[in-house]
C-alpha cells in the first residue's frame, strides 16, 4: 500500500483508533556510480505480462527511432509474453533498436548505461523498478497508472508521466528527453537527489517513529467511569492519571466515517472529587442521530484508541421520558457497553416523535397508548399501518384523543390477518396527527436501554382462519425501536 491509497482508506472505509500508515520498501543504496544520462539507451524492467505493456512500449519507441534511429530500448525481464514481444519487434522493424535482454541479477549496472527509464503499466502501487532507476540517477517517463508512479515522479522535475494507454504520449516524453541532454542530465539529477528518501536509513527512520507512537498509543488512557446528569447530559471521568495534555473524547459515527464530534477533557471540580478530575460531557443535545463509537484521542488527532467503561451510572435516564423543551422534540442517547467493555451511544433526534407509553395484546386487540411531542392533534388525526414490503396491505385506523397530546387506539388483530399475503407480514405504524400531515413514526426511544425488540416480547394471538390458513398476530419493536406488527403462517 502507498501513501495514496492509504489515504483513501483513512478517507472512506477507516474508523478511529485503527492507524493507517503507508511507509515505502527501500532500496539500497547504489552500488555503482550513477549514470551520467550520456549514453543513447532507454531502458525498462518487469515481467513481461499484460499489464506492464510491453507491446504498447515496443510501438512508442518505433516512433523515437523515426525520429532518433540511433536510440535504442534496453527490455529487461522475463515471461509468458515474451515470443509476443519478439515477433512484434520483428514486424516493426526494430530488431537493431528493441533488445529483449531476459532476467538479470546485476540491474544496477544496466541503469549506469542508460539514459531514461521508460515504464508504461496500467497500475502499480509501488513500482521499486522507477526508485532503482531513479536512485541510480536516471529520469523517468512513466504512465500516471494508480498509483505508485505519480507518488515517486514529480512531473517535470525528475520525469515525466503522461496517460495510460497513450502510446503517443508516452513517445512524445520518451522524445522529449531524447532531444534535450541539458534537460535529460538535469532531471537525472534530481531524480538522484529525490529518490534518496527511500533508502534504507530513511525508511528505517520511519519504521522507528511509526513503533515509538505505537507505544504511546498503549500509554493513551482508554477507562473512563460515567454517568448520565437529571437533565440528559452525559458525564465521563478519567479513573486514572495520566501524563497526556488536551486529550479529547471522540465520538465516530457508525453511518458516516467522514462524521466525528470530539468533546475536550478538562479539569473539573466535583462534589465528589475534591482535589479535581479530568471529565467530558456530551450534551444531551450534541449528537445526530445515530449509533457512535467512543474514542480516546490524542491532542492531535495522532493517537486514538476505543474508550471503555468502568463504572456506569444511567439511573436519572429512567425518568427522562418527555420531550425536550429546547430544540428537537425527541432528543435522546444512551450509553451502550459491549461484551469487551467497548462505549457506545445510540441518540435519537427528531423535531416531532410518537412516543409508545403502554403496548398491549389481549382478548384478540393490539391496544397502545402514545404521546405526540413537537405537534399537536387535530380532530382528523388517525394511525395509520402501513405494508412494509406490500404498500397495498396498509390500513387505518381511528385514535381516541385523550389530550391534545396523548391518544390510544386499538387494532383488531382479525384486521390484519384477513390482509395477509404472504408467510410472514410487517405493518410499521404511525400516527398521522392531522389530514395531510406526514406520518409520524410511533416508537419508543426513552429510558435507561436501548434494545427494546429483545426486551419487550408481546404475546401473539393466533386466528385459526385467515386467507393462509393458521395464523399468528402480534406487536414488537423493530431493532430501531419503532412499532409495528407481524402476522406469520402458523403449522395446523
Known amino acids: 500500500m502507498n501513501a495514496e491509497e492509504a489515504e483513501?482508506?483513512?478517507?472512506?472505509?477507516?474508523?478511529?483508533?485503527?492507524?493507517?500508515?503507508?511507509?515505502?520498501?527501500?532500496?539500497?543504496d547504489p552500488l555503482v556510480a550513477p549514470s551520467d544520462c550520456s549514453h543513447?539507451?532507454?531502458?525498462?524492467?518487469?515481467?513481461?505480462?499484460?499489464?506492464?505493456?510491453?507491446?504498447?512500449?515496443?510501438?512508442?519507441?518505433?516512433?523515437?527511432?523515426?525520429?532518433?534511429?540511433?536510440?535504442?530500448?534496453?527490455?529487461f525481464g522475463r515471461g509468458p509474453l515474451r515470443g509476443e514481444l519478439k515477433t512484434l519487434v520483428g514486424e516493426l522493424g526494430l530488431c537493431d533498436n528493441v533488445l529483449l535482454?531476459?532476467?538479470?541479477?546485476?540491474?544496477?549496472?544496466?541503469?549506469?548505461?542508460?539514459?531514461?527509464?521508460?515504464?508504461?503499466?496500467?497500475?502499480e502501487a509501488l513500482p521499486m523498478a522507477i526508485i532503482e532507476a531513479m536512485r541510480a540517477g536516471l529520469p523517468v517517463v512513466s504512465t500516471d497508472c494508480d498509483y505508485g508512479p505519480r507518488e515517486t515522479i514529480t512531473h517535470g522535475v525528475d520525469g515525466l508521466l503522461v496517460p495510460v494507454g497513450d502510446a503517443d504520449g508516452l513517445a512524445d516524453g520518451i522524445l522529449t528527453l531524447v532531444n534535450d541532454a541539458e534537460r535529460r542530465q538535469a532531471m537525472g539529477r534530481a531524480a538522484e537527489r529525490n529518490s534518496a528518501r527511500f533508502s534504507p536509513q530513511v525508511v528505517a527512520d520511519q519504521y522507528e517513529s511509526f513503533f515509538r507512537e505505537l507505544q504511546e498509543a498503549r500509554n493513551l488512557p482508554t477507562t473512563v467511569d460515567w454517568w448520565a446528569m437529571p437533565h440528559g447530559d452525559?458525564?465521563?471521568?478519567?479513573?486514572?492519571?495520566?501524563?497526556?495534555?488536551?486529550?479529547?473524547?471522540?465520538?465516530?459515527?457508525?453511518?458516516?466515517s467522514q462524521s466525528e464530534l470530539s468533546f475536550a477533557f478538562q479539569q473539573t471540580n466535583l462534589d465528589d472529587d475534591p482535589d479535581g478530575s479530568l471529565t467530558a460531557v456530551i450534551p444531551r443535545s450534541a449528537l445526530p442521530e445515530g449509533e457512535w463509537d467512543l474514542f480516546m484521542a490524542s491532542a492531535d488527532g495522532l493517537l486514538c484508541r476505543r474508550l471503555r467503561t468502568g463504572t456506569g451510572d444511567n439511573r436519572y435516564l429512567m425518568d427522562a421520558t418527555g420531550p425536550s423543551l429546547d430544540g428537537p422534540a425527541l432528543q435522546v442517547h444512551i450509553p451502550l457497553v459491549d461484551e469487551d467493555r467497548a462505549l457506545s451511544i445510540r441518540s435519537w433526534r427528531r423535531e416531532v416523535h410518537a412516543e409508545a407509553v403502554s403496548v398491549g395484546n389481549a382478548r384478540g386487540e393490539i391496544s397502545v397508548e402514545a404521546e405526540l411531542w413537537g405537534a399537536t392533534l387535530s380532530d382528523s388525526a388517525e394511525v395509520l399501518a402501513a405494508g412494509r414490503a406490500h404498500e397495498e396491505l396498509s390500513f387505518r385506523v381511528p385514535l381516541s384523543a385523550l389530550s391534545d397530546t396523548r391518544f390510544r387506539f386499538s387494532i383488531p388483530c382479525s384486521t390484519v390477518a384477513q390482509r395477509r399475503v404472504t408467510e410472514h407480514d410487517?405493518?410499521?405504524v404511525y400516527v398521522t396527527p392531522a389530514e395531510g400531515a406526514t406520518p409520524i413514526r410511533i416508537g419508543r426511544f426513552t429510558g435507561d436501554y436501548i434494545h427494546k425488540k429483545s426486551v419487550h416480547d408481546y404475546p401473539f394471538t393466533v386466528l385459526e382462519?385467515?386467507?393462509?390458513?393458521?395464523?399468528?398476530?402480534?406487536?414488537?419493536?423493530?431493532?430501531?425501536?419503532?412499532?409495528?406488527?407481524?402476522?406469520?403462517?402458523?403449522?395446523?
Do not use: H
Open 8 to 28: 483513501n482508506v483513512r478517507r472512506e472505509w477507516v474508523t478511529p483508533g485503527l492507524r493507517v500508515t503507508a511507509i515505502p520498501n527501500c532500496v539500497p
Open 40 to 75: 543513447k539507451t532507454v531502458i525498462a524492467a518487469g515481467r513481461l505480462v499484460k499489464d506492464k505493456q510491453f507491446a504498447s512500449l515496443i510501438r512508442s519507441f518505433a516512433t523515437v527511432v523515426g525520429q532518433r534511429p540511433d536510440w535504442q530500448l534496453r527490455i
Open 101 to 123: 535482454m531476459g532476467a538479470t541479477r546485476r540491474l544496477e549496472m544496466e541503469w549506469a548505461k542508460a539514459s531514461i527509464m521508460a515504464f508504461s503499466s496500467v497500475r
Open 234 to 256: 452525559l458525564v465521563f471521568r478519567l479513573n486514572s492519571a495520566t501524563s497526556f495534555s488536551g486529550l479529547r473524547l471522540l465520538c465516530a459515527s457508525r453511518e458516516d
Open 426 to 428: 410487517i405493518w410499521d
Open 465 to 492: 382462519s385467515t386467507p393462509r390458513g393458521r395464523s399468528r398476530v402480534r406487536p414488537f419493536f423493530s431493532v430501531d425501536s419503532e412499532l409495528s406488527l407481524n402476522a406469520v403462517d402458523m403449522s395446523k
